[in-house]
Each structure stands twice: as structure tokens, then as C-alpha cells.
């Protein structure tokens, strides 16, 4: 029988973040420390298997409190439903057939929920490999983010950008420019410029999370969604600086200059928190690690932090500070 396994890994964002929703430019990393990975095999129906995330049975009352705290309402079983929803309209607009053989598809994920390390795009894209492979199918590799993101954006209201789903699908280092003079039409979805760099010109990169300062990534963007839309001018400046930002890591990089790339990090939270009213658990997570003397911002839009740090005596010492705050925190697999 044949059996099709695809993975898609968590993602940093390092810079530029949230300004890809925004007309603006980011540099993301790829964490192989965790993934979702997605099983499809052919069945006789088609068959759509859950993860312990998608549980209704609880042992109390409480316990389903605790679970809705920990995963929200939605496990993954909407993602994957509504990507195979999206295959199956983008081969019917762009008149390619497929057999009519069924599968069975079933996920997992070892991605912390809503610390905003790209957990249901994960899902989505390891979803996606699975079907292309499945229908024998190919989509160009610079359309397959924005194929991710209408799944989320267009079938279930969720407000995102095309970051988090341009690093899993190209994986490494990436750069990625969403302006309005680099952003191409193809095939009717609209792409950003994505440029690879060198995973091994960054300094040690360090990830903390914590599950209890976390929140949907949903309920985070809405309100710098409402300001923008209205032209606030302070979020519209904000977001051209973290686009300037962006430009000035890459600089950064390409010189070996991981000193200044960490201070474009600080500089990329501080100007942030100038245009949010950012959670008090997630500021402390950022001041604790910066009082140790790391670099310090959001990863995404959530409980988890990314930042630089100089030697092994450093993050031992970055450990330490937000172990108080009961904080994981790791260095990246790439």
C-alpha cells in the first residue's frame, strides 16, 4: 500500500514581523526542533483521522476547560478539511485532472499551540505536499504559500500573512519581500519575492516560549489590521520601518555583522511595542532575556520570543532567567 509521509517544520520570524500582512519585507528561519507531520494513504473512503488535539472526550468538565485553554476551540481537522478543499478548486480552475482514487489522511504535531510558531500553517503545508504527491500534481513553489494562505485567510476568516507559509514551504533562511513593486501575479495569487540566504552567516539563535502567555494568532492581528486599514499613521510608519529593518539584517548578514543583525531584533520589538498594546507576560519574557544580555523579540504573534546570544556561558544564563517565568527556552535546529 503505498504510504505518503510529509513533514513541515516551525518557523522564527527574525525580522520585519507582523509587516508581511502589510505590504512589507521579513527574514524568517526555519526550527526543526518542531513539526507537523501528515499520513496519507489510500482508502476507500475519504477519511479524515484526528489527532489528540481534536479530542470531545474529557474525564471532567475541567479538563475540557484546561484543553480549550491549551488548543483553543479548533483542533487541526478544519485545516486539513479546508486544504484539501482549496487542491481540489485550484485543479479544477486550472483544468488539471486527477484520478478519482480516496485516501485516508491523518496529522500530528509536536508544535507548542499558540506561542506563534506556525503551527496551523504547518499543518496546511505538510497537508499540501501530502495531496500533490497523492494526485501527482505539481504547483510552482513560489505559488504553494499563497495556495496555504487562502486556506486560513479566504475558507476560515483567519487573519494572517504569507511569512509563516513562504519559509515552511521553501524552509532554511528567507527573505521575503511583499511590497507592492515586487509582488508578481501567478497563476491568479498573488506572490511575494523570496530570496534564500545563509543559515550559517547567523549568530546563535535562541527560541523561549510559554504556553500560558500565549494566544490565537487571530485575536493578536485584528486590531493592527483595523488601525492600517483606517491609515493610522503611526502602525502605516511602523510597518515601512520594519520593512527598513528587514533590508538593513540582510546587510547585516551579508557582512557577518551578527552584532547589528541583534540590535535590528531589539530595534524590530521596540518599534513594535510602540504601536501595540502588547500582553505583559510576553514583555516579560523579552525583558527578562534582555536583563541577560540577549537580544530579544516576538518569533510571530504569540507566547514564544527569538532572539541572539554570544556564547554557550550566555544562553546557559538565558536559561536561567526565564526558567522563573516558566519558559522553555532552546537553541534552533535548522
Not at 505590504?23 to 518542531?34: D, E, R
Not at 508544535?111 to 494526485?135: D, H, K, N, W
Not at 549568530?203 to 488601525?227: I, W
Amino acid at each position: 500500500m503505498l504510504v505518503i509521509r510529509k513533514k513541515a517544520y516551525s518557523r522564527v520570524g527574525l525580522m520585519g514581523n507582523p509587516s508581511d500582512g502589510y505590504g512589507g519585507k521579513t527574514i524568517s528561519l526555519i526550527l526543526k526542533n518542531f513539526a507537523a507531520d501528515v499520513v496519507l494513504y489510500e482508502w476507500e473512503d475519504l477519511e479524515i483521522l484526528g489527532s489528540l488535539e481534536d479530542q470531545s472526550r474529557f474525564e471532567s468538565m475541567n479538563d475540557l476547560v484546561e484543553d480549550v485553554k491549551l488548543h483553543g476551540y479548533y483542533g487541526g481537522i478544519r485545516l486539513v478539511k479546508a486544504t484539501i478543499k482549496k487542491f481540489a478548486e485550484y485543479c479544477e480552475r486550472h483544468q488539471i485532472a486527477v484520478h478519482d482514487r480516496n485516501f485516508s489522511i491523518r496529522y500530528d504535531s509536536d508544535i507548542p499551540r499558540q506561542v506563534g510558531l506556525g503551527g496551523s500553517s504547518a499543518i496546511i503545508v505538510a497537508t499540501l505536499r501530502c495531496l500533490m504527491e497523492f494526485y501527482g500534481v505539481s504547483i510552482p513553489l513560489e505559488v504553494q504559500p499563497s495556495l496555504a494562505l487562502s486556506v486560513e485567510a479566504e475558507e476560515l476568516g483567519i487573519v494572517a500573512g504569507l511569512q509563516d507559509r513562504a519559509i515552511q514551504v521553501y524552509e532554511g533562511l528567507l527573505y521575503m519581500d511583499f511590497s507592492e513593486e515586487s509582488t508578481r501575479d501567478i497563476e491568479g495569487f498573488s506572490c511575494g519575492r523570496y530570496a534564500p540566504l545563509e543559515v550559517g552567516k547567523l549568530p546563535f539563535v535562541y527560541v523561549a516560549y510559554s504556553e500560558l502567555a500565549g494566544e490565537p494568532t487571530e485575536v493578536f492581528h485584528n486590531d493592527v489590521r483595523e488601525r492600517f486599514d483606517r491609515g493610522e499613521p503611526s502602525v502605516v510608519s511602523a510597518m515601512r520601518d520594519f520593512a527598513r529593518f528587514t533590508d538593513e539584517a540582510k546587510e547585516a548578514l551579508d557582512s557577518g555583522d551578527g552584532v547589528m543583525f541583534g540590535k535590528l531584533m531589539d530595534q524590530n520589538f521596540d518599534k513594535r511595542k510602540e504601536i501595540c498594546q502588547l500582553p505583559r507576560g510576553q514583555v516579560d519574557m523579552i525583558e527578562a532575556a534582555r536583563s541577560c544580555g540577549a537580544t530579544a523579540k516576538f518569533a510571530g504573534s504569540g507566547g514564544a520570543i527569538v532572539g541572539t546570544y554570544q556564547d554557550a556561558d550566555a544562553f546557559l544564563a538565558i536559561q536561567n532567567c526565564l526558567n522563573e517565568l516558566g519558559c522553555r527556552v532552546i537553541q534552533v535546529k535548522t
